[in-house]
T-cell receptor, first 115, second 109 residues
Framework: ETGVTQSPTHLIKTRGQQVTLRCSSQ?????VSWYQQALGQGPQFIFQ???????GRGNFPPRFSGLQFPNYSSELNVNALELDDSALYLC??????????????FGEGSRLTVL | RKEVEQDPGPFNVPEGATVAFNCTYS??????FFWYRQDCRKEPKLLMS???SGNEDGRFTAQLNRASQYISLLIRDSKLSDSATYLC??????????FGSGTRLQVQP
């Protein structure tokens, strides 16, 4: 196992609601990235946090936001949920902080269903 | 054009066959390349990094062609347990690894 833990593993929400997903990174890893994986697609980069600051973002609207805490754990928040937000949300930890050139260690993901 | 493109497959091959996947990338400045394996409804796991000189790990061989901007993965002597989706990943323009959509491999007895 990677040592990256995510919670909750599954959840169901309705349109317009808000959700918070949590991730504990592997011991010693200072960088956390969040990815969205829709069915049949590859993971899509949402954003990355390094030393508690966002240092990279993909093509996701502002209603996707995040935090990183001093212990390097992280949260992903999604406001005003839409049906298309239904996906597997993957957290990945790594070392480096800068341009991510290293291996990503993924958690098992949080599967979100929006009804 | 997508940053990273893969043939979605599926590739259906018999046990013992050799199969190869390609993955093209658009950012010529990319420096890091990886192949990840993802089993159904599981998280991606690193299979191997791809080095400029090419590299081999048992039955798996990865190659990089910078001139044509693609990476490849060759699997020899396919096993049933190789059935999975294979994702290529390239360090992209937004401080992150950019993944392809994956190529599904089904090895049949």
């Amino acid at each position: 196992e990677t040592g990256v833990t995510q919670s909750p593993t599954h959840l169901i929400k309705t349109r317009g609601q808000q959700v918070t997903l949590r991730c504990s990174s592997q011991s010693g890893h200072n960088t956390v990235s969040w990815y969205q994986q829709a069915l049949g697609q590859g993971p899509q980069f949402i954003f990355q946090y390094y030393r508690e600051e966002e240092n990279g973002r993909g093509n996701f609207p502002p209603r996707f936001s995040g935090l990183q805490f001093p212990n390097y754990s992280s949260e992903l928040n999604v406001n005003a949920l839409e049906l298309d937000d239904s996906a597997l949300y993957l957290c990945a930890s790594s070392l480096g902080g800068g341009i991510n050139t290293g291996e990503l260690f993924f958690g098992e993901g949080s599967r979100l269903t929006v009804l | 054009r997508k940053e990273v493109e893969q043939d979605p497959g599926p590739f259906n091959v018999p046990e013992g066959a050799t199969v190869a996947f390609n993955c093209t990338y658009s950012n010529s400045a990319s420096q890091s390349f990886f192949w990840y394996r993802q089993d159904c409804r599981k998280e991606p796991k690193l299979l191997m990094s791809v080095y400029s000189s090419g590299n081999e790990d048992g039955r798996f061989t990865a190659q990089l062609n910078r001139a044509s901007q693609y990476i490849s993965l060759l699997i020899r002597d396919s096993k049933l347990s190789d059935s999975a989706t294979y994702l290529c990943a390239v360090n992209g323009i937004r401080r992150a690894l950019t993944f392809g959509s994956g190529t599904r491999l089904q090895v049949q007895p």
